[in-house]
């Protein structure tokens, strides 16, 4: 079937409904970074935080779980990259228009590939995190023996090795993952939130 004749049904319930019981904004936290710099082990604190002390309606998306449903029919090749992040993307969207706080954890090394999603949302509602660890202490963590199957040719187009990562310029947040705990980069991040007032310190039940 043509696409033209696609005509998505209108929804009863507007974003605006959907919003009005959640208790704070929504909005994407886009974690990106090198393998091993941190990303899923505080986007997962972060999440626990918002969910269990601050009320918030969460979901977290890590690379690996996506890759073994939504997206298991996608390579590692640059096209089927480029893909991958594009429908998480639109998955974000869906998120965001339920009024949701999603997190990601994903390495998306290229600048063209973040700022496409943060043009599918609201003017700042997309928060790139920037957890920004060397190279080399990356490798030295190399939780899933990544690093080492790449430098000996075992996985090509490796980002950090033969494949290039693009740093974020102007990340709404800057980790320094290899100096700071992920607790103390996870209060970075709620503070964070909480000066933008997408949470608020007033429905902490334990304040």
């Keep these: 079937m043509d696409k033209l004749h696609l005509h998505p049904h209108q929804q009863m319930l507007s974003r605006s409904d959907r ?9 994407v936290l886009w974690f990106t970074g090198l393998s091993g710099s941190g990303k899923s082990t505080i986007a997962n604190l972060v999440e626990y935080q918002l969910n269990q002390i601050y009320l918030a ?26 893909e991958n992040i594009r429908r998480i993307g639109e998955v974000c969207k869906l998120f965001n228009q339920a009024g949701l706080l ?8 290229l600048h063209a590939d973040r700022d496409q999603i943060r043009a599918l949302l609201p003017a700042g509602e997309f928060i790139e995190i920037f957890v920004d660890c060397p190279l080399r202490v990356c490798e030295q963590r190399d939780p899933k023996g990544l690093y080492q ?42 503070d964070y939130l909480c000066e933008k007032n997408i949470i608020h310190h007033s429905i902490n039940p334990k304040q």
């Design 57 to 82: 309606h969460t979901y977290l998306l890590d690379g690996d779980t996506v890759r073994t449903g939504l997206n298991k029919d996608l390579t590692f090749s640059e096209a089927d990259r480029h």
């Design 149 to 190: 199957k790449a430098r000996a040719g075992i996985i090509t187009n490796f980002t950090g090795i033969d494949a290039a990562y693009e740093p974020p310029q102007h990340p709404e947040i800057h980790l320094f993952s290899a100096e700071k705990t992920p607790e103390q980069c996870t209060q970075d991040v709620i």
């Design 102 to 109: 999603v997190l990601t954890a994903f390495i998306s090394p």
């Design 19 to 27: 919003l009005r019981i959640k208790g704070h904004q929504p909005a």
